[in-house]
């Protein structure tokens, strides 16, 4: 199968790649690329263990084409951290221990952090509506939505 | 120095968890992210039948396309008469059935069966193999439900498969490969004695652990017999163990890289894909990778089995429990196993019942091979002991807590299947419900209702090891051989650090490979802070002893001379000389070198079972039959809580599964025995958006067999939300529902019926 070229940024960086027009970007980001913290748990959308955004937007990758990000900013949770140290979503899912195994962690991550960009002040309400998503099956949720709570709180307080 | 009643400096705190930072950026390694130059990557052809004989396969337009480097069926196992039991824990499996489970022999017993593995230069390419690979099925009809496939008529799975009762063999060709039965006091007696006897039949659906990682193996056999396989298993060992019987190899060739875990729950205890990794990169020499598709998963792992239960109780007129009887079926799957006898141990477990008798069926049916989730058979018991107790409360006319208080279990109370308890925490969990400020809140809306229930697990014990390496820095590098699913790295690591006086972050535990530590039992039972946590402690014992002689050799004194207390090494006849563990770490190159500490535990007794206990307030939708939590609250005995976040997280995350369980999950099966709902679209486990926050409270009742009083608190809190969730469908209005799932369309039929007099 002849391979397409992209060109595309991903957490800030230029990046190109080959890509075959049925490999979904999780697939490209996972095994063509090596951003292995974007994790599959089902490969169909229902899952959210695969988030990212790109341009901005809350995706599963294993839903999108990895021709489609052509020309796109792609943002993983590879891209969270910065030099200074962790983004306040990662620092009080931590605090908060809301995560036991991990796996759906990377995607409640992203997800969480396209929230609070979306939504600086979410109620308990709104978090557990935007993050319907994202399937824990360890955690039952309640530390994962305090964390985010408390992450939009530690955001706005430095912002 | 460590002291039972006294206050420690790290157990009960809450520190960051070791590999935190890994798993927040991304950069911790699962299983599934395992890659190596050169790698393959395989797919497994399943069976699209539930019961079928597998006539003949033939792989030659598969192997023919480009590509694809290596076919392999159930054909290519080593050729053995052998028919062993494997010890995997939480249970024994023949290692004929755990062969026909990884690649199917002659037969397959369930749709998603894997029949043939395929290695090709990528995924796409495999998976396109898969669909050229030609078997041939002779159809034989389906069996479906536990009770249809005891019946004396019934299509048998296994046409030589005999019943063994009562440590018997019986000879008699059945699908029921195992009945155990006990019976304690009088109970035909007891019931004709009672005031009240109340007998329900209950039936629970097949539900998945649904782990969000899906299994994987990533195998290199290497042309000198030297295998190694990276996994994501709840034992490095156990898998070992099983790789080397289901391939002949021996386990000294064999050695399993735990990678880590993304969920278990009990369903990565056996191997599915290692085996037919390891096959293929035999014939290739190459690493081949494969992994589940999510359809995989719930067609092609074990599940846990449906059940059909009846209990039967019967009650004096004070409201005292005075005979039990239960009635138990599970579904095994394709192959026999099935955690029943589990079931048999917790389905009276709370309480006192001085006559009873139990009868428990492993029976086997075309679904998938059932494993451990988590409390295996609990929560269907509990189901059935908790909402008899609560219509017994109801006749009797007492308070539904009080009449659990009254009967509760204690130290001393000798268990229908014969076990006599230690020291529990079943009577101070119930009392936490009590004095709970949920118990005394009021309902905030129509159409709701509050309900209670408990539940029981037993833990187990079993083997640990782990060695400690005291650094230069006075730092420790910790390997243990406990597969870390929820933070147990740490949970171990602070019970080596309060006995040696370091931080929690002065420890750095690892997780250890099956060639670096000790055999190590699964993390399973929930063990893993229980036993490899006393582990921790033994080495961190051993450490000290150790550094005591340091500190002789360096004082010139004797060993006994040196005492060490609250972190600190002393002359007891000169107040001057003294070392913290940090200073006296530095001294080590001068005084003989490294200090490695070992523990190994194999615990026979003092393990101390569980207790957990509910309260969920329910709101019915009337008009739809949906059923809402509107608050939730778990209680549990964690005999000393050594991270309490942790603890919470494992009792949050238990109770969700068994709301799950309670309202949502089931496998939904067509006639003839496919699945019509192996998505996670389809088959619906909680989002954060069904559910309230899930209120912990932690209750301690030291476990006098554990040097810190720790009880394992994975398990037993999924067994309780069924029953509480069903009894407060009833209080509000006024249905009781003995099926699982509790779906909208059970309780709209069951309002409907109650509507009509029924």
């Known amino acids: 199968m002849s391979k397409v070229h992209i060109q595309t940024k991903i957490n800030g960086e230029e990046v190109e790649f080959l890509c075959e027009p049925r490999q979904s970007l999780l697939e490209i980001l996972r095994e063509g690329l090596g951003f292995t913290g974007t994790k599959e748990g089902c490969n169909d959308g229902n899952c959210g263990a695969c988030s990212c955004t790109v341009d901005g937007v809350l995706i599963d990758s294993c839903l999108m084409l990895a021709v489609e990000a052509e020309g796109k900013e792609i943002a993983t949770v590879e891209g969270l951290a910065s030099s200074e140290g962790l983004h306040p979503v990662q620092q009080k899912f931590l605090e908060h221990a809301a995560l036991q195994c991990g796996i759906c962690t990377p995607g409640f991550l992203v997800a969480a952090k396209a929230l609070i960009d979306h939504n600086p002040d979410p109620s308990e309400h709104e978090v557990r509506h935007w993050l319907a998503g994202n399937l824990c099956r360890c955690t039952g949720y309640d530390k994962i939505v305090r964390a985010v709570i408390d992450a939009a709180q530690e955001v706005r307080a430095s912002a | 120095m460590v002291d039972k009643n006294g206050n420690y400096k790290v157990i009960g705190t809450r520190p960051i968890r070791h590999d935190g930072t890994e798993k927040v950026t991304g950069q911790a390694i699962y299983g599934g992210d395992t890659r190596f130059p050169g790698m393959l990557y395989g797919h497994v052809l399943r069976s699209p039948h539930a019961h079928a004989r597998v006539k003949s396969i033939d792989t030659s337009k598969a192997e023919a396309l480009e590509g694809v480097r290596a076919v392999v069926t159930g054909a290519d196992f080593p050729p053995t008469t052998a028919d062993d039991m494997i010890d995997l824990g939480e249970g024994p499996t023949s290692l004929k059935s755990m062969r026909g489970n990884v690649l199917a022999l002659d037969k397959v017993f369930y749709k998603g069966h894997a029949v043939a593995g395929v290695a090709a230069i990528n995924a796409h390419i495999a998976d396109e193999a898969i669909a050229l690979i030609e078997v041939e099925y002779e159809v034989l009809p389906p069996v479906l439900d536990v009770r249809q496939a005891m019946e004396d008529n019934a299509t048998l799975l296994h046409e030589n498969m005999t019943t063994t009762a009562f440590g018997e063999d019986t000879g008699k060709k059945s699908n029921v490969s195992l009945h155990l039965n006990h019976v304690l006091g009088d109970p035909d007696a007891a019931f004709a004695s009672a005031a009240v006897v109340v007998e329900r039949e209950f039936t629970t659906a097949t539900v998945h652990q649904g782990y969000i990682e899906p299994q994987n193996a990533t195998a290199m056999w290497k042309t000198d017999g030297h295998l190694t396989v990276w996994t994501s298993t709840q034992g490095a060992f156990t898998t070992q163990k099983q790789l080397g019987a289901v391939l002949d190899h021996p386990i000294s060739k064999t050695k399993v890289v735990p990678q880590e875990i993304g969920g278990g729950f009990g369903g990565k205890i056996p191997v599915y894909l290692e085996p037919v990794a390891a096959l293929l990169s035999r014939k290739t020499n190459k690493p081949v990778k494969l992994i589940m598709t999510r359809a995989d998963v719930f067609e092609g792992t074990g599940p846990t089995p449906g059940s059909y239960v009846r209990v039967k109780l019967g009650a004096n007129k004070d409201g005292k429990l005075v005979a039990g009887e239960a009635y138990m079926a599970f579904e095994s799957g394709g192959y026999p196993g099935s955690p029943m006898p589990c079931g048999v141990m917790c389905v009276f477990g709370c309480y006192e019942i001085p006559n009873g008798r139990i009868d428990g069926f492993d029976v086997v049916v075309n679904k998938p091979r059932s494993f451990a989730y988590r409390a295996p058979c609990s929560t269907q018991v509990a189901l059935a002991t908790e909402t008899v107790m609560d219509e017994i409360a109801e006749q009797l006319g007492l308070d539904r807590l009080q009449f659990r208080l009254d009967n509760i279990a204690a130290e001393g109370t000798r268990r229908v299947d014969g076990m006599v308890y230690p020291r529990i925490g079943a009577r101070e969990t119930l009392e936490a419900i009590r004095d709970s400020e949920h118990w005394q809140a009021a309902l905030t809306g129509d159409n709701q209702g509050r309900g209670i229930s408990i539940g029981y697990w037993f833990n187990v014990g079993l083997k640990s090891a782990v060695t400690a390496s005291v650094n230069k820095d006075g730092t420790v590098n910790l390997v243990e051989g406990s597969t870390d699913i929820g933070g147990s790295r740490t949970s171990i690591a602070m019970q080596f650090a309060e006995v040696v006086g370091l931080a929690a972050e002065d420890i750095n535990p690892q997780v250890g490979d099956t060639s670096s530590i000790g055999y190590t039992d699964v993390t399973g039972g929930s063990r893993t802070t229980y036993a490899t946590g006393w582990a921790a402690y033994e080495a961190a014992h051993d450490v000290i002893r150790q550094m005591r002689e340091r500190a002789a050799k360096l004082w010139e004194c004797e060993d006994d001379q040196v ?160 029953a509480a969730i069903a009894n407060a469908i009833y209080q509000a209005v006024g249905v009781r529902l003995r099926e699982l799932p509790m779906r909208p369309e059970r309780v709209v039929a069951a309002l409907q019926a109650q509507a009509a007099g029924g």
């Open chain 2, 563 to 722: 005492e060490f207390d609250d972190g600190i090494f002393r002359h007891s006849g000169d107040a001057a000389k003294k070392y913290n563990f940090k200073e006296l770490a530095n001294e080590l190159d001068e005084t003989g070198g490294p200090v490695v500490g070992n523990g190994t535990v194999d615990p026979a007794s003092g393990v101390g079972g569980s207790f957990a206990a509910n309260i969920a307030d329910v709101e019915v939708d009337l008009e739809t039959g949906k059923v809402g939590i509107a608050r939730f609250t778990v209680v549990q005995d964690a005999g000393k809580a050594i991270h309490p976040s942790y603890v919470e997280g494992q009792m949050q995350g238990g109770s969700v599964q068994g709301i799950g369980w309670a309202l949502n999950e089931e496998y939904f099966y067509t006639d003839d025995g496919n699945m019509a709902n192996s998505t996670f679209l389809d088959y619906r486990i909680p989002t954060a958006l069904d559910l309230p926050m899930i209120e912990p409270i932690i209750v301690e009742v030291p476990n006098p067999g554990h040097p810190f009083g720790v009880r394992g608190v994975g398990e037993a809190n999924i067994a309780p939300p069924p």
